[in-house]
């Protein structure tokens, strides 16, 4: 009968290179064909990273009413006067959103109308906001009725900025212009100072009998 060290030396005579070493490189050749039969054949799809949708999919993409600049010059609608007001001191791009719910501390808000350029108001066609996740701007602009994440605020303020399609060196301001309504501005600079402005324009309008 042989013994374990006779069959031993048998295999070794068999495989002169060694079988650990044969198995070792067809384990490594079966990984490499795992590995590249699970890569997408478009390289280019390697890098792409899929946005979550806003909307469901199947659902037709409506695009969202835009004000027009020469239309709302001198009216006396209140969302026209301030969304001209905030253009003029240097807002690039406007969102106006509505409560869908009864309860605006526990709700989604979506986009009702929007200005600014053709990618913002596509990126905010059927855009809906749920202000839970950020408590304490929701509490701040609660109270208060603005609230404004200045470029120099990063980390979360950053993903909110990226939420509205606001670029890093952007100011998102935000009005609660009514216990139903928001307005969203993108700009270059600061409206702190102005903000008093706008939210005069809808208490004055909230205290005129309508027509």
């Not at 042989?2 to 070792?24: D, V, Y």
């Not at 979506?110 to 600014?116: C, E, F, H, K, L």
Request: charge should be positive.
């Amino acid at each position: 009968m042989p013994t374990i060290t006779s069959l031993l030396r048998r295999k070794k005579a068999s495989n002169p290179k060694g079988s650990e070493e044969s198995e070792f490189v067809l384990e490594t050749n079966q990984l490499r064909t795992n590995v590249t039969q699970a890569l997408p054949s478009d390289p280019s799809q390697m890098s792409k990273i899929q946005p979550a949708s806003r909307r469901s999919k199947g659902a037709p993409k409506q695009r969202i009413p835009s004000w027009k600049l020469e239309e709302i010059q001198g009216t006396g609608d209140a969302h026209s006067q301030a969304a001209w007001a905030l253009v003029e001191n240097g807002a690039m791009a406007i969102l106006h959103l509505r409560c869908a719910e009864s309860a605006p501390e526990a709700s989604i808000w979506q986009s009702v109308r929007a200005w600014g350029p053709r990618e913002l108001r596509s990126l905010w066609s059927g855009f809906s906001w749920d202000p839970t996740p950020q408590r304490g701007l929701w509490a701040t602009l609660s109270n208060t009725g603005f609230y404004e994440i200045s470029p120099s605020l990063k980390g979360d303020w950053s993903s909110m900025r990226r939420l509205f399609g606001a670029q890093p060196t952007d100011y998102l301001s935000l009005f609660k212009i009514s216990s139903d309504e928001c307005l969203v501005v993108i700009g270059p600079k600061s409206i702190n100072a102005f903000s008093k402005t706008v939210l005069s324009i809808f208490a004055q309008a909230s205290k005129t009998p309508a027509a």
